[in-house]
């Protein structure tokens, strides 16, 4: 059974879920969706993750039968990811541009589908954080090690829709160029190993594969 404490949240009705797993993980050389760590696929820990956080998930794929018997049980919607027009890889923030239009909430948390160490306790203390924020701010983003905005692990308000739509229709495809023209809050973090993200065969090696929360 998951452990779902999106219900008891108070800022569960103003927040949603967009979890991206449309890579074609050429480095993993496998779906890495589908690598199993700890003994659950990567898309099911993460989606699980985000339930603790909001009981409206969303993940954004091109290929969703492949995900439908890993999903079935919980309360995710699929949304198919659809080509670019010259069907050339197009990137994850042409992923979450497409989900965004099926998010009525007002916040948005946005996740890659390769955290294996996400950490649930500190998803919550984030969503807290939300209310506080300015009103023009559009963002809500902790930083890598290496200072550069982690935008796959986040919040965004729905306001920013229509810079997206228009970045991206400019043939914008670099979430960090994007973000440098928007007001953009960062969120405290304090172990940045959360943001790992298991992309080859031996990133598996490293994982800890730290879970918190019950399944």
């Given at each position: 059974?998951?452990?779902?404490?999106a219900a008891a949240n108070p800022c569960n009705s103003v927040t949603s879920a967009i979890v991206l797993a449309g890579g074609m993980s050429s480095r993993m050389g496998q779906d890495k969706a589908l690598v199993v760590v700890g003994g659950k696929p990567l898309l099911l820990r993460v989606c699980q993750a985000a339930l603790c956080c909001t009981n409206q998930v969303y993940v954004v794929a091109p290929w969703v039968d492949r995900y439908h018997p890993l999903l079935d049980g919980l309360s995710v919607h699929l949304i198919q990811e659809q080509p670019s027009p010259n069907q050339l890889p197009h990137g994850p923030i042409v992923g979450f541009q497409q989900g965004l239009t099926q998010v009525q909430t007002e916040w948005v948390l946005?996740?890659?589908?390769?955290?294996?160490?996400?950490?649930?306790?500190?998803?919550?203390?984030?969503?807290k954080i939300l209310p506080q924020v300015s009103p023009e701010t559009i963002a809500c983003l902790p930083k890598n090690p290496q200072g550069w905005w982690e935008p796959l692990c986040g919040f965004y308000h729905r306001r920013c829709q229509s810079s997206l739509e228009t970045f991206v229709a400019e043939g914008g495809r670099s979430f960090q160029r994007w973000l440098a023209q928007q007001s953009v809050v960062e969120l405290p973090l304090e172990d940045p190993s959360m943001l790992f993200n298991c992309n080859r065969p031996s990133d598996l090696e490293k994982c800890?594969?730290?879970?918190?929360?019950?399944?």
């Open positions: 059974m998951v452990l779902n404490l946005l996740l890659a589908c390769d955290l294996p160490q996400l950490r649930v306790e500190v998803l919550q203390q984030w969503l800890t594969a730290a879970c918190t929360f019950d399944s």
